[in-house]
């Protein structure tokens, strides 16, 4: 237990840490790439002109560039049929700069024992953090090189001192304050879930076969596979599930014999490692991202444990019980032939 | 650190359901009415006297796009309120 609560400074970054910082930096690198000597991306409103890597659009081209938007809407839909909620929980903004207050929180509260300071340096790094985020928002809309020489002296034109600090203002209300619940209340891409995922979709998934049934144990018992106890067959796993899920209606969970319990320590590494402390052994849960930090702590405390990583996967419901893998579903033929005819469109209007 | 879905988030969530898809919304409406209308032309048509620069009319015009679209929301959350208990039970007299 103690092994999978210490914190992991010493070990290397996951994956969504990398991915994190990867976006943050391009996103903020995004005005001050260059395309042909001018600003790649810029949309420059006063000037009525959008330059975009390269293509150039006039107002009377707004029928593209809702195209454009169009096409990038099904994109999404369609990554997200065929790979669940990544961009939920891995590319999205909201996720995102979420994370990234979350990181300068823990940092100061691990440092600062004094709540007054914490709370000061903190409010100060989420505000330099929002304002940075905004002139460079602002910078895709009006030429960067101006507007941060502008900044400087603190030059700016009333407009865009009024967009920076209305940015600055919902960034901090986002990522500082809203956090998750954006997603939970106000996101209506992840209310359209359930229209988009099917079996076959990948999503957050515990193998309760192995896992089950889930409970403390003494160390040095092998894990199910050493001591040979094997996988439940579905339907008993599945009982387990829901005893351990609504102990109200189903009666608190029999005890087990050290030896019969599966690889499940019920050590609720994975509950606390979730931002919203959804408990995924449970069965899906409409407000699972899928960033895959419950996936990294229960590896590290099966780890911990002596036990074989993967008791909670990112994973399709359907292969997980064995049904061969089907790339081409209704739902992707839809979404695929929405795509395919908004580019075909585009590629036509150009 | 996680936030519980406490009181201050349930009192937040109308500001957020009203506010945030009317801004998308009414970014989208922006985008379209001023492809096609240059503010400056409209100025000399409406305010000719006033100074305004296209940064200004562009900010101007969203926030009254906004106006009307989050008025919109906010009739729509109003009207999906559950009644109050025993409006609806009150004797005509």
């Known amino acids: 237990m103690s092994a999978t609560q210490r914190p992991t400074a010493c070990a290397p970054p996951s994956l969504r ?11 903020h690198l995004l005005p001050w790439l260059r395309w042909d000597g001018r600003q790649a991306l810029l949309l420059d409103l006063s000037a009525r002109r959008f330059d975009v890597f390269g293509l150039t659009l006039w ?9 454009l938007l169009a096409a990038l809407g099904a994109g999404l ?51 330099a953090l929002s304002a940075w ?6 910078g895709l809309f009006v030429p960067v090189t101006g507007l941060v020489e502008r900044t400087a002296t603190l030059q700016w034109t009333a407009w865009e ?4 600090l209305f940015y600055s203002v919902a960034t901090w209300g986002n990522a500082g304050v809203l956090r998750r619940q954006v997603c939970s209340t106000l996101c209506p891409f992840a209310r359209a879930q359930p229209w988009l995922t099917d079996g076959h979709t990948p999503r957050v998934l515990y193998l309760a076969p192995r896992g089950e049934p889930r409970g403390p144990r003494p160390p040095g018992l092998g894990s199910v596979a050493r001591r040979g106890r094997g996988l439940l067959d579905a339907t008993t796993a599945q009982d387990y599930v829901f005893r351990a899920a609504h102990p109200a209606l189903a009666g608190p969970l029999p005890r087990f014999a050290a030896d019969r319990l599966g690889d499940c320590t019920d050590c609720a590494a994975c509950v606390r490692a979730c931002a919203l402390h959804l408990d995924v052994r449970n069965g899906p849960h409409a407000d699972c991202v899928a960033c895959g930090d419950c996936v990294a702590a229960c590896d590290r405390a099966q780890q911990a444990a002596g036990f074989e990583t993967g008791l909670l996967r990112y994973a399709s419901p359907q292969r997980a019980v064995g049904e061969r893998r089907r790339l081409l579903r209704p739902r992707t033929l839809v979404l695929l032939g929405l795509f395919g005819g908004l580019l075909l469109g585009g590629w036509w209007m150009l | 650190m996680p936030l519980p879905p406490d009181e201050r988030l349930r009192r937040l969530q109308p500001w957020g359901v009203v506010l945030w898809p009317s801004f998308i919304a009414a970014g989208l409406a922006c985008m379209v009415f001023f492809a096609f209308v240059d503010p400056l ?53």
């Open chain 1, 133 to 138: 985020t905004a002139v460079t928002f602002v």
């Open chain 1, 59 to 67: 107002p009377q081209d707004i029928g593209l560039l809702l195209g």
């Open chain 1, 161 to 164: 001192g009024f967009w920076v």
């Open chain 1, 77 to 127: 839909a369609l990554f997200t049929h065929l790979c669940g909620r990544l961009w939920c929980g891995h590319g999205c903004p909201q996720t995102l700069w979420s994370t990234a207050f979350g990181w300068i929180e823990q940092a100061t509260r691990r440092r600062l024992r004094w709540p007054p300071v914490e709370r000061a340096v903190r409010w100060l790094l989420w505000g």
């Open chain 1, 17 to 27: 840490t990398v991915t994190t910082l990867t976006l943050l930096l391009g996103f």
């Open chain 2, 41 to 93: 032309r409209l100025r000399d048509i409406s305010f000719a006297d006033i100074a305004v620069s296209r940064g200004l009319g562009y900010t101007l015009g969203f926030f009254l796009f906004w106006a009307v679209t989050a008025a919109s929301s906010a009739v729509t959350w109003y009207l999906l309120r559950p009644l109050a208990p025993g409006d609806d039970e009150e004797p005509f007299e």
